[in-house]
């Protein structure tokens, strides 16, 4: 087992299942202790937090609604006192609301944005409080963020494309302390939002250089790099984990 964040705690939001699952536990494998948020379902997130547990790291789930800015901020401050200390935050938790420019609705725009982009925003704000010099913030955008593809991404495109500039900001910010701001990007990743078998899987595969779907182990490698010693140098950035489907 690697040891790289040895000694670090991590919060990832969203992350009872999917690509957020995977993350939690790849930075577990990698030493780190791991809180996550979840919306709905308790027993995924008890499920990831005893695999975490069973690599020998601590671990808690918070039931916090990436909709409410105050529920966000909380889920920081409680990693941040139950673990002692917090290095990295993964903002992955998201709202995929598609549809028609004429169809889409002032509320379907308000969720969007409040968990797109709202919520990175004031995790991040929350984070920095007790983020020592050296932490790590990553955000999970989308690969829509740069090559719209498909028509009905009107909402979803722009907030993921929000965080581009959230990420740059931040990381020239922060930059002082060492903490490095970075987006990873994913194509299309084999998760419930969106099956690698479901009805769209032909056509979006058709758009990428490798020809299939990825695995959330592909976007949690990229922010375990990201996450740890390694990746002290890159800030600012956005790194395309998407098959070739933005080249
Ligand atoms: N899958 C892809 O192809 C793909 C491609 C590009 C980008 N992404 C991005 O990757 C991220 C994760 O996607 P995914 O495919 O892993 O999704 P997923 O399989 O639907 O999993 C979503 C996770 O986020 C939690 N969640 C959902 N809404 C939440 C909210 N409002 N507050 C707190 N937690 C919430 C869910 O918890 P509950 O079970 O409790 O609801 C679950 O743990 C998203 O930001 C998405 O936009 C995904």
Redesign the pocket.
């Given at each position: 087992m690697s040891t790289t964040l040895d000694g670090k705690v991590a919060l990832v939001?969203?992350?009872?299942?999917?690509?957020?699952?995977a993350v939690a536990l790849r930075l577990a494998r990698e030493g780190a202790d791991v809180a996550?948020?979840?919306?709905?379902?308790q027993h995924?997130?008890d499920d990831v937090v005893e695999q975490i547990k069973a690599l020998g790291r601590r671990a808690l789930a918070v039931r916090?609604?990436?909709?409410d800015p105050s529920a966000v901020a909380a889920a920081v401050d409680r990693t941040a006192d139950t673990f002692g200390r917090l290095d990295i935050l993964v903002n992955?938790?998201?709202?995929?609301l598609l549809g028609p420019l004429e169809q889409l609705t002032l509320p379907e725009f308000e969720q969007t944005m409040a968990?797109?982009v709202r919520?990175p925003f004031v995790a991040s704000q929350a984070a920095v409080r007790h983020m020592p010099d050296g932490g790590r913030i990553i955000s999970?955008?989308?690969?829509?963020a740069e090559r719209a593809v498909f028509p009905g991404f009107a909402l979803?495109s722009t907030s993921?494309t929000a965080l581009i500039g959230l990420t740059k900001a931040l990381g020239r910010e922060l930059g002082p302390r060492a903490i490095t701001v970075n987006l990873v990007?994913?194509?299309?990743?084999?998760?419930?939002?969106?099956p690698a078998d479901g009805p769209n899987a032909g056509a979006i595969v058709g758009h990428t250089a490798v020809g299939h779907?990825?695995d959330?182990a592909d976007?949690a490698g990229a922010v375990a790099f990201l996450a740890g010693p390694d990746g002290r140098y890159v800030t600012g950035a956005t790194v395309n984990v998407d098959g070739g489907f933005t080249i």
């Open positions: 939001t969203g992350g009872s299942r999917g690509i957020g699952a996550l948020t979840f919306q709905q379902n995924r997130a916090a609604d990436s909709a992955n938790a998201g709202a995929f968990v797109n919520a999970i955008g989308s690969n829509v979803y993921k990007n994913p194509g299309a990743t084999d998760t419930e939002l969106n779907f990825a959330p976007i």
